[in-house]
């Protein structure tokens, strides 16, 4: 079994170092939209998935891609955008701490002259550190689904909040447990 662990983060890594450059390649006006100090905090009680043994916090960076594709909507008063959400930082729980990193493809409504926007997206994180505690994520590959809002009251400032979830989706066992995040995130926006 951690053959195959390792076996499938090492095909996730590869897929992405071959794809994510590619689609970066193709995106001609990808360019940084913003970047970010993050903290988030889990409970026992998860939002999806079972009962949660330990409690995590987690301190990373984020920085979001403007990839090409974007619609407008309503008139030109809503656009549909979209992006890719890369972050790396520090998970803890029960004593124990591991790097991370996240890569995160997103679908952005923004709206009122970009005075507040919405995105959710689903992609993909690998961790140093599986186990926590009495609690365990199975292997190093995790999918991650985000869904948040962002506020951005001033040009070149922004607050959000995300509900972030990390799991295997049962991709190394019935025992392997996920955890649901609360994210607040204040930065820079370009």
Do not use: C
């Not at 998970?91 to 409504?109: C, F, K, Q, R």
């Not at 995105?119 to 926590?132: C, M």
């Not at 292997?139 to 001033?154: D, E, H, K, L, S």
């Amino acid at each position: 079994m951690i053959f195959a662990g390792r076996f499938i983060a090492i095909f996730i890594v590869m897929t992405l170092a071959i794809v994510m450059p590619n689609l970066l390649s193709q995106a001609e006006e990808s360019t940084l939209i913003s970047i970010g100090p993050r903290i988030g905090f889990s409970q026992k009680t998860p939002l999806l998935g079972k009962q949660q043994r330990e409690v995590f916090r987690l301190y990373d960076v984020a920085a979001i891609f403007r990839l090409p594709w974007q619609w407008p909507l309503d008139a030109g008063k809503w656009n549909l955008r979209t992006g890719l959400i890369t972050s790396v930082g520090l998970l803890e729980a029960a004593g124990d701490a591991g790097a991370m990193v996240t890569a995160v493809p997103d679908l952005i409504l923004t709206g009122w002259n970009e005075l507040i926007s919405f995105d959710a997206g689903a992609g993909a994180g690998l961790f140093s550190r599986h186990q926590f505690g009495s609690q365990n994520f199975g292997g190093p590959a995790q999918f991650v689904a985000t869904i948040g809002i962002r506020v951005t009251p001033f040009t070149h400032s922004y607050a959000d909040f995300h509900l972030l979830h990390f799991s295997d989706a049962g991709l190394y066992g019935s025992d392997s447990l996920g955890v649901d995040m609360f994210i607040f995130e204040v930065g820079y926006k370009f």
